[in-house]
């Protein structure tokens, strides 16, 4: 009678009380001391597919929210569940680029503020207007946190308030700039006045052309990305256009202690009259970004 044992070489039944085969000469006892390795596929095969789907599962809503935070969200769900999954198409990357641009020219009317000239655009400029941005003098999310330093931001919102010479995409942005001395009919340049007729403003908020001020220098800056294409004169090359002040005009017949308020907030803000051209986003959608990965700080 057989105990109900079969050879695992041959497959013949062993009688009772036998441990090697005597078809084949497959040892039981080696057999159950010393098993046989399960290969991967056979692990898989018997059942660790389902390991691999669960942990699939699981890692797909965290790679996805780890884009989120890049990202943003969409304008309605199918546009956000499509970023996380595929990217933003460079939407990221545009409005660092824009609003970078934008605190370059706030750290330039600073420093015309405070040195009372025009600021440098040449050599290592990025350098010398630095400590004039709107981090280092506001706090690094002037809306939420005021009088924090800019080395207290996450990278991720760093990248929106610093001022580098480069755009969102990691290439150099193209500076021109042109003085605009206060004996020159201002309002009457062709250039000039294109860009007035254009139209500018003095705020996230606010559209304003300046009021070229006889007694005060004024200089037109210039900031070009090349945008997603890598290259300057084509159709998605990203452009701000920005009129700042060489200075700033005291009026002798007010008293020392309001002009130096009307200093002290001049300085604050920094504020330059200017034009984004050549983006589908604005600067608000830039500022929602920098708050939205500050909310998910990791």
Excluded at 87 to 92: C, E, F, Q, T
Excluded at 252 to 261: G, S, V
């Amino acid at each position: 009678m057989s105990n109900g044992i079969f050879c695992g070489g041959c497959g013949e039944p062993l009688p009772d009380g036998t441990t090697i085969c005597r078809h084949c000469g497959w040892d039981l006892t080696t057999a159950v001391t010393h098993p046989p390795r399960v290969s991967l596929w056979s692990a898989v095969r018997a059942g660790g597919w389902r390991l691999l789907l669960f942990g699939a599962l699981l890692a797909l809503p965290l790679l996805g929210f780890a884009r989120f935070r890049t990202t943003g969200p969409g304008p309605d769900l199918a546009t956000t569940l499509r970023w996380m999954a595929l990217g933003d198409g460079g939407r990221a990357a545009e409005l660092v680029t824009i609003h970078r641009a934008h605190e370059i020219g706030s750290a330039a009317a600073r420093y015309a503020v405070r040195e009372l000239e025009v600021p440098p655009f040449d050599g290592d400029w990025q350098r010398v207007l630095a400590p004039y941005a709107t981090m280092w003098v506001r706090g690094w999310m002037p809306l939420l946190f005021y009088g924090a330093t800019t080395e207290m931001a996450p990278r991720s919102v760093r990248e929106f308030f610093d001022v580098r010479s480069d755009d969102g995409w990691g290439r150099p942005y193209r500076v021109e700039t042109r003085a605009l001395p206060r004996d020159e009919d201002r309002a009457g340049d062709e250039q000039v006045a294109a860009d007035l007729i254009a139209g500018l403003q003095v705020s996230f908020f606010k559209l304003q052309n300046p009021e070229f001020d006889r007694d005060t220098d004024w200089m037109r800056l210039e900031i070009v990305s090349s945008g997603r294409d890598g290259s300057f004169d084509t159709d998605d090359d990203l452009r701000m256009v920005s009129y700042i002040p060489a200075g700033f005009t005291l009026r002798l017949t007010r008293r020392p202690e309001d002009l130096q308020l009307q200093m002290e907030a001049a300085y604050t803000r920094g504020r330059h009259h200017f034009r984004i051209e050549g983006s589908r986003w604005d600067l608000i959608d830039a500022r929602l970004l920098a708050e939205h990965r500050l909310e998910y700080l990791p």
